[in-house]
């Protein structure tokens, strides 16, 4: 099928999905049923989408990383490091601006 529907955008499959979320009670859905909402809503040309609602979405999915992804984040991670310890070390060496104190007389030392 096609789902490019000018009429349509992922803002608004987003906002639907929310309150059919909310609506329901529920709190965990399957990527299945969510999938099925955002179809659902691609489908319908009339459909109540209701309005934006403030809310975290949670996604508790087990991400598998490959060697070579588990390499490029531990380097990414080594240098970011190395950046921020670079960095307390120039800032450390550099001289701090002295701020001069100055001292009014008082009218009860005369």
């Known amino acids: 099928k096609n789902y490019r529907n000018p009429a349509k955008n992922i803002d608004d499959c987003v906002t639907y999905i929310l309150n059919y979320v ?3 009670g529920c709190n965990g ?14 489908d319908e040309n009339e459909i109540e989408v209701g309005e934006p609602i403030q ?9 598998e990383l490959t060697a070579e992804e588990k390499a490029e984040a531990r380097q990414n991670a ?3 490091y190395q950046d921020e ?6 800032n450390r060496n550099k001289p701090t601006a002295k701020k001069e ?3 009014e007389p008082s009218l009860f030392d005369f």
């Open 29 to 42: 859905f399957t990527d299945g049923e969510i999938y099925g909402q955002a179809v659902h809503y691609y």
């Open 78 to 80: 080594i240098r970011q």
């Open 101 to 103: 104190t100055k001292v």
């Open 55 to 63: 809310c975290k979405v949670a996604v508790n999915h087990v991400v």
């Open 22 to 24: 909310q609506k329901s």
């Open 85 to 90: 310890e670079l960095r307390k070390l120039q």
